[in-house]
Every structure is written in structure tokens, then in C-alpha cells.
Nanobody, 121 residues
């Protein structure tokens, strides 16, 4: 079984920072791309940032310069450092992994369960 487990969400004031983490667990994992999506109230889920293995990060325009995505491939972990948070960043943030090879086979993609980020004064 492959699982993605997020942590680090919470309540923060505008201008504050949060760091999200997502750990992928499973046997013999190799993951092509890991990233973060978010879904606000009554909105569609949209890409925030992703980072292919050995590639360059891709960011949604509204978070460029404020959010930074990084990976630790040895730990199968992806991070999202979020600075200068705004109320419009309020959403459930979902970890996403693509191209997952593991001992028992291959998964094209996997979602985490989501973590709430609320930015409010």
C-alpha cells in the first residue's frame, strides 16, 4: 500500500508562514513528481506547486515569490514553505504524487487526505 500523509496545516494570521510536509510511505518507492494542490470553499482543486524528480519547480502564479516547494527524495517527502500568507490562500491543501513505482507495482497518481490552512485575522 502507498500512502501520502500531510502535516503542518493550521490557523495563521495574514503575513504569517506555515510549512506543509507530505510523507509517502510504501515499499521500494520511486516517485516521479510530487506536489501540492488546494481547494477553497466552493472552488475546484487547483495546482499550487509541483516538483518533478531532477526537474524544476512549477508554481501557480498567485503563489510565486511567496511559496517554495522542495523534496527530500531519500525520505520520499515533499515540503511547501508558505510565506506572506493571505486570506485567499485559505483552502484544504492536498499532497499529490505522480508516477509511483513500488515493490508491488505502479500507481499513476495518489492523493493525500488533505490538510486545512486558514489565514485570518
Amino acid at each position: 500500500q502507498v500512502q501520502l500523509v500531510e502535516s503542518g496545516g493550521g490557523l495563521v494570521q495574514p503575513g504569517g508562514s506555515l510549512r506543509l510536509s507530505c510523507v509517502a510511505s510504501g515499499s521500494g518507492l520511486s516517485i516521479h513528481s510530487m506536489g501540492w494542490y488546494r481547494q477553497g470553499p466552493k472552488e475546484q482543486r487547483v495546482l499550487v506547486a509541483d516538483l518533478p524528480r531532477g526537474g524544476s519547480a512549477n508554481y501557480e502564479d498567485s503563489v510565486k515569490g511567496r511559496f517554495t516547494i522542495s523534496r527530500d527524495n531519500a525520505k520520499n517527502t515533499v515540503y511547501l514553505q508558505m510565506n506572506s500568507l493571505k486570506p485567499e490562500d485559505t483552502a484544504v491543501y492536498y499532497c499529490h504524487a505522480e508516477g509511483i513505482s513500488h515493490t508491488r507495482g505502479y500507481l499513476p497518481f495518489k492523493w493525500g487526505q488533505g490538510t486545512q490552512v486558514s489565514v485570518t485575522s
